[in-house]
């Protein structure tokens, strides 16, 4: 079971189809609040979700900078 909650793997060298996507999970899957806490946006669970988790330590990996991936995130 634990294998089903675990995060995603982050992928090296990241590819620019990695990019994109995680891209895309970033923008999609932001924190809206609730008041038993933030939630994904796209999925209702505690936010942050895997896919944004996958998503931010994706671009990371890539070299994107903390403050770039934060600015993506918001533009949604």
């Known amino acids: 079971m ?3 909650l675990a ?3 982050v992928l090296t060298p990241v590819t620019d189809e990695d990019l994109l996507v995680a891209a895309l999970a ?3 899957h932001v924190p809206e609040h609730w008041p038993q806490g933030p939630l994904c946006r796209s ?3 505690p936010y942050p979700c895997r896919l944004a988790r ?3 330590a994706t671009l990371a990996a890539a ?3 903390d403050e ?3 600015a993506g995130a918001a533009a949604s």
Do not use: M, Y
Request: proline share 10%; charged share 25%.
């Open 2 to 4: 634990s294998a089903v």
């Open 7 to 9: 995060d995603f793997p």
């Open 26 to 28: 970033v923008r999609v």
């Open 43 to 45: 999925e209702r669970v």
């Open 54 to 56: 996958w998503g931010r």
């Open 63 to 65: 070299g994107l900078p």
């Open 68 to 70: 770039a991936v934060a």
